[in-house]
């Protein structure tokens, strides 16, 4: 019997000291996650994962991502999800100026299990949520196994 599982597999870097001015970082970071890493802020998304039938669902909350933004692969049966958002807001106003900039990134994995169809993985990003559907494989789907009942 195979194994299954689709708990995430994280990979985690050390904590750099927060600053109190990085609003990105209040924004998207869970306080018990690792807050940043070396090239800037990183957070991770909260994900639901599905299962019916005929396939798993995983759901990704990735507000003020545009899907140019998100990069999703499949290799050796690990789905990956990565974003980064970047933005820069600008305002001049008589004497007055002020310049923003933030940035942050995330990557998620999972560990897939044995029965999904890695080439029909298909995503849908609608609304700041990202679906990946993940097909099983026929075999999966019609294994059904009947107990008898005997009497006495």
Partial sequence: MAFTTLVPST????????SPFNLFDAFFNDSRLPAANSNGTSFSPRVDVNESETAYEISAELPGLADK????TVVDGMLTLKGEKSSEQEEKQGNYYRQERAY?????????????EADNVEANFKNGVLTVGLPKSEEAQSVVHKVEVKAG
Avoid at 104 to 116: K, M, N, T, Y
Wanted: glycine letters at 4%; proline letters at 8%; a negative charge.
């Fill in 104 to 116: 942050g990134s995330f990557e998620r994995s999972f560990r897939l299990p044995d029965e999904v």
């Fill in 11 to 18: 990979r985690v870097n050390a904590h750099p000291a927060r």
């Fill in 69 to 72: 933004d998100i990069e999703i």
